[in-house]
T-cell receptor, first 111, second 114 residues
Framework: GIQVEQSPPDLILQEGANSTLRCNFSDSVNNLQWFHQNPWGQLINLFY???GTKQNGRLSATTVATERYSLLYISSSQTTDSGVYFC?????????????FGKGTRLSVIA | ETGVTQSPTHLIKTRGQQVTLRCSSQ?????VSWYQQALGQGPQFIFQYYREEENGRGNFPPRFSGLQFPNYSSELNVNALELDDSALYLCASSFRTSGTDTQYFGPGTRLTVL
C-alpha cells in the first residue's frame, strides 16, 4: 500500500519563529490532507490540497503532486500551534476516504 | 450543525473482555470510518461503513467488527481484548459524493487494556 513519511518527527520552536513540515508519499494521489491533533486528541482539518498552494492565516500548504510531496508552512508560530501535525492520503485509488496517515510531526512552541 | 461525537471518552478493560465504542456522524453524512491510533503513531484505518454496509477494511483481525445504523451512527466492537488494543479510537464521518468527500473526526475514545 501507499506509504506516507513525515519530517522532522519532532520540532521545538521559539514563539514567533517560522517552520516547514514535509510530507512525502510513495504513489500518485488524488487528494492530500493536513491535520492538527491537539493535546486532547482531536484531529482538526487544516487543508485539503491535492495540488497547488493554499493559505489560511498564518498557515499555508503546497503540494507538488508530480514529485510526490507536500509542505506545510507555519509562520509567526504561537504556543497554541503546539501539537502533532499529520498529513494523509487516500487509502484506495478511488475516492478520498478512508485515509493513510504519516507518523506525524510533533511541534512544541515555547514562549 | 452537530459535529461527530463519540462515547465513552475513556474506558478501561481487562485482557479477554469485549468492548463496544459508539460514534454519531455529523449531520447529513452517510459514511463512517474507524481508526486506531497507538501512542506516538498516526491513525490506522480499521474499516469503513457506507449506507449500513462494510465498504472496506484495513489490516485488522476479524475480532474487530462494526455496525452502521439507519441514522448513520456506528459502533466498533472488539472481542477478546489484547494489551496491544490499548489506543485512541477515532471515528470520522463524511458524505460520499463523486470523490470529493472530506472526513471530519470525532474526539476519540481512549481505551486502556490491563
Amino acid at each position: 500500500g501507499i506509504q506516507v513519511e513525515q519530517s522532522p518527527p519532532d520540532l521545538i520552536l521559539q514563539e514567533g519563529a517560522n517552520s516547514t513540515l514535509r510530507c512525502n508519499f510513495s504513489d500518485s494521489v488524488n487528494n492530500l490532507q493536513w491535520f492538527h491533533q491537539n493535546p486532547w486528541g482531536q484531529l482538526i482539518n487544516l487543508f485539503y490540497i491535492p495540488s497547488g498552494t493554499k493559505q489560511n492565516g498564518r498557515l499555508s500548504a503546497t503540494t507538488v503532486a508530480t514529485e510526490r510531496y507536500s509542505l506545510l508552512y507555519i509562520s509567526s508560530s504561537q504556543t497554541t500551534d503546539s501539537g502533532v501535525y499529520f498529513c494523509a492520503v487516500p487509502y484506495w485509488a478511488r475516492g478520498n476516504t478512508p485515509l493513510v496517515f504519516g507518523k506525524g510531526t510533533r511541534l512544541s512552541v515555547i514562549a | 450543525e452537530t459535529g461527530v461525537t463519540q462515547s465513552p471518552t475513556h474506558l478501561i478493560k481487562t485482557r479477554g473482555q469485549q468492548v463496544t465504542l459508539r460514534c454519531s456522524s455529523q449531520s447529513g453524512h452517510n459514511t463512517v470510518s474507524w481508526y486506531q491510533q497507538a501512542l506516538g503513531q498516526g491513525p490506522q484505518f480499521i474499516f469503513q461503513y457506507y449506507r449500513e454496509e462494510e465498504n472496506g477494511r484495513g489490516n485488522f483481525p476479524p475480532r474487530f467488527s462494526g455496525l452502521q445504523f439507519p441514522n448513520y451512527s456506528s459502533e466498533l466492537n472488539v472481542n477478546a481484548l489484547e494489551l496491544d488494543d490499548s489506543a485512541l479510537y477515532l471515528c470520522a464521518s463524511s458524505f460520499r459524493t463523486s470523490g470529493t468527500d472530506t472526513q471530519y473526526f470525532g474526539p476519540g475514545t481512549r481505551l486502556t487494556v490491563l
